[in-house]
């Protein structure tokens, strides 16, 4: 089946520290992988996403980078702000986008 | 204005009630989800509607039901509310060129006593 693992949370960090949250993934095929964001109160919103094997996606200095071989989705950044405090969700959806799988989410609290 | 909106926003309601949810959208999108979340499990799928006469159970279907009024709406029905429904909702939507995106409403937050 297809399904997504997170890194368990809450990860605190202080700001300008180095993030790092961990994604797996099980899918049949090649599947699409994605990174949404739901800040306070708010709906999710689409991050990054990345289609293909080795493809890096990047946003808002955000980037992770699609690996095949490892079947991962990890998302970095160099330096966190207090404004990146969020939950982040990874996710990923077959060829056709049917359906996407979310993982359970990963709540990220930055401190200045 | 938002372009996927969802009512109510909170609701507190009691067990055997029957209750809607609504999402509205103005992105003229074909495809709408509708997903709880849940503490630690991450979002799950209800149901979905690839148009108005497309109706699909999700992972999580059982003691729900959807109605897509038209193309903009979507609703969702507890017909008789329990406690374990207590969560989080979200109406989503996608259009059928740019599907590997999804839009997501603000949530309703759902309590059943």
């Known amino acids: 089946g297809n399904s997504v693992t997170q890194m368990e949370g809450p990860v605190t960090l202080s700001e300008e520290a180095f993030l790092t949250i961990n994604c797996t993934y099980t899918?049949?095929?090649?599947?699409?992988l994605f990174w949404y964001v739901q800040y306070p109160g708010e709906g999710l919103q689409l991050l990054l996403k990345a289609t293909k094997a080795d493809d890096k996606g990047s946003n808002k200095g955000f980037e992770a980078t699609y690996r095949k071989e490892t079947t991962s989705f990890h998302l970095e950044k160099g330096s966190v702000q207090v404004s990146d405090s969020a939950v982040y969700f990874c996710a990923l959806s077959r060829y056709n986008f049917n359906k996407f799988y979310f993982g359970s989410g990963t709540k990220l609290n930055v401190k200045p | 204005d938002a372009d996927v909106t969802q009512t109510p926003r909170n609701r507190i309601t009691k067990t055997g009630k029957r209750i809607m949810l609504e999402c509205s959208q103005t992105k003229g999108h074909d495809r709408m989800y509708w997903y709880r979340q849940d503490p630690g499990l991450g979002l799950r799928l209800i149901y979905y509607s690839f148009d108005v006469k497309d109706i699909n159970k999700g992972e999580i279907s059982d003691g729900y039901s959807v109605s897509r009024q038209a193309q903009a709406k979507f609703s969702l029905s507890l017909e008789s509310a329990i406690p374990n429904q207590t969560a989080l909702y979200f109406c989503?939507?996608?259009?059928?060129?740019?599907?590997?995106?999804?839009?997501f409403g603000p949530g309703t937050r759902l309590t059943v006593l």
């Open positions: 899918a049949t095929g090649y599947p699409s």
């Open positions: 989503a939507t996608s259009d059928l060129k740019g599907a590997d995106t999804q839009y």
